[in-house]
């Protein structure tokens, strides 16, 4: 079953609204007996930046890393009903090759975690594993990857040297160009800027408006400042369920939930 | 480091001086049309109020906007609040000119002739003036044009306390109102509130600048 993105083009006399890349439709989870998300139904947009916010324990990280299966890797997690459809195919069809998956649906972590080789294995190690073994092939990768990373200058005298020896936002945005090296169309980030500092944080919000022109993206965060500036739609998230989703500036300006409206406002709890 | 919402800052300046320069446009259209006994410049003007609201409106979503999604400080923060209110003493301004335009259209239907005892013409130059230049400095960004609009200002007020002093000695003298010479003393007094509203600008501009 092929997972190549094409997305429709909208429907003509629709609302200006880019085509929905993930549709999740009634979703259950849970972990063992504990359901952790309720009946979940909402569209990820092609080319948008999408925040999930919420208290922790609200379901958020759990409700991204269905996207790539990631879940998968622990026993007792289980999608109880409902579905999750990438370009149209149900990411959790019998058929669906979740090494593929992932390939079109990276992931970057709350703690950057580079591999112990050099900055330049970190970048052509997933290429390596799909065959590519032609230098220059890799060559060019590395650069357009580290350069759409924005670390390219930073790093471009050194990429023998061990990635381990960078700063901790340089090698948050080095765990980036590794996830865009294996040309992925959908970007997850689960709080990736939680453990840096202003002005790591800073590039890395950045970094994410430039690769929203060519990726679409799906971003947890904790800050909700950093929801209202790098996204173009907000879910909040409360108790496994999705309490509202909407356009950012609705939801920081004119939340139409009370729940919403005290937690931006930092009413909450 | 430039951020890209940066960006949204400048064009909430750049709205603002837009704002500024229809209102003085507004200001000087709706003064001409009268002294100059232009019916087509008075109307011109009275059109142009909608325009200037809509502007305000937009700016004043635009600072909500960049203050929910933003969370500006400092010098960002100051902008904002500047931006808010000045481009409401713009709208003001504009609001003034329409006014100006409705007694300008009884008195150019009536028979169009002003006292010459009112210094009507000066008092319209001194405000388009101090509206222009509350405009440049907060472009320029100048401290020093900023407090000389504050000065400025005492002219007109002197201006226009002459006019009441004028109609009040008449109106004692002859007891008889006339229509034309109450509306030019309202017309005096909104051109005495529009420099009102361009020194309050120049007050933002320098809270802008001297942080007080």
């Known amino acids: ?269 | 480091m430039k951020r890209y919402f940066h960006k949204e800052l400048n064009d909430l300046k750049n709205k603002l001086i837009l704002l500024g320069e229809k209102s003085n446009e507004i200001a000087r259209l709706a003064m001409d049309g009268l002294l100059e006994n232009d019916i087509e410049k008075v109307n011109k003007a009275a059109g142009m109020d909608d325009y200037l609201d809509d502007l305000e409106q937009e700016i004043s979503y635009a600072c909500i906007r960049y203050i929910s999604l933003r969370a500006p400080v400092s010098s960002d923060l100051r902008l904002i609040f500047v931006a808010l209110k000045a481009s409401r003493d713009f709208e003001r301004i504009g609001d003034e000119a329409h006014s100006i335009t409705r007694k300008s259209s009884k008195i150019l239907i009536n028979d169009g002739k002003l006292s010459e005892q009112f210094n009507l013409q000066e008092m319209s130059n001194l405000a388009c003036q101090l509206i222009k230049d509350a405009i440049s400095c907060f472009v320029e960004e100048d401290l020093e044009k900023a407090f000389a609009v504050l000065k400025k200002d005492r002219e007109i007020d002197t201006i226009n306390q002459k006019h009441f002093e004028l109609i009040s000695d008449i109106s004692m003298q002859e007891k008889i109102s006339d229509p034309t010479r109450f509306n030019t003393l309202l017309i005096s007094k909104s051109i005495e509130r529009m420099g009102d509203h361009a020194k309050n600008i120049a007050r933002e501009v320098i809270f802008l600048l001297s942080k007080e």
């Open chain 1, 1 to 269: 079953m092929s997972l190549d993105i094409q997305v429709k083009p909208a429907e003509a006399g629709s609302k200006v609204l880019p085509p929905e890349v993930i549709k999740i439709r009634n979703l259950d989870f849970s972990y063992g007996e504990s359901q952790a998300l309720f009946d979940i139904s909402m569209d990820v947009y092609e080319k948008e930046v999408t925040a999930f916010i919420g208290p922790s324990g609200c379901g958020k990280s759990t409700f991204l890393r269905c996207f790539n299966r990631m879940n998968d890797l622990i026993d007792i997690a289980k999608i109880k009903s409902g579905t999750i459809k990438i370009s149209d195919v149900d990411i959790y069809d019998e058929e669906i090759d979740v090494i593929e998956l992932r390939k079109h649906v990276g992931m970057v972590f709350q703690k950057s975690n580079p591999f112990p080789k050099s900055i330049y294995d970190n970048i052509a190690y997933g290429m390596r594993i799909q065959g590519i073994k032609k230098s220059s092939e890799l060559d060019s990768t590395v650069e357009s990857c580290l350069k759409s990373a924005a670390l390219w200058g930073e790093v471009k005298d050194r990429l023998n040297e061990s990635a381990l020896g960078l700063s901790g936002g340089q090698q948050q945005r080095l765990c980036i160009a590794r996830a865009l090296a294996v040309k992925p169309k959908i970007l997850l980030m689960d709080e990736p800027c939680s453990a840096l500092d202003p002005i790591a944080t800073a590039k890395v919000e950045e970094l994410i408006h430039e690769l929203k022109k060519n990726y679409t993206i799906v971003v947890v965060t904790h800050n909700m400042q950093q929801a209202a500036r790098v996204s173009d739609r907000t879910a909040f998230f409360y108790l496994g369920r999705l309490i509202e989703y909407g356009p950012t500036e609705q939801i920081f300006m004119n939340p139409e939930n009370s729940q919403t409206e005290a937690y931006v406002s930092g009413r909450f709890g």
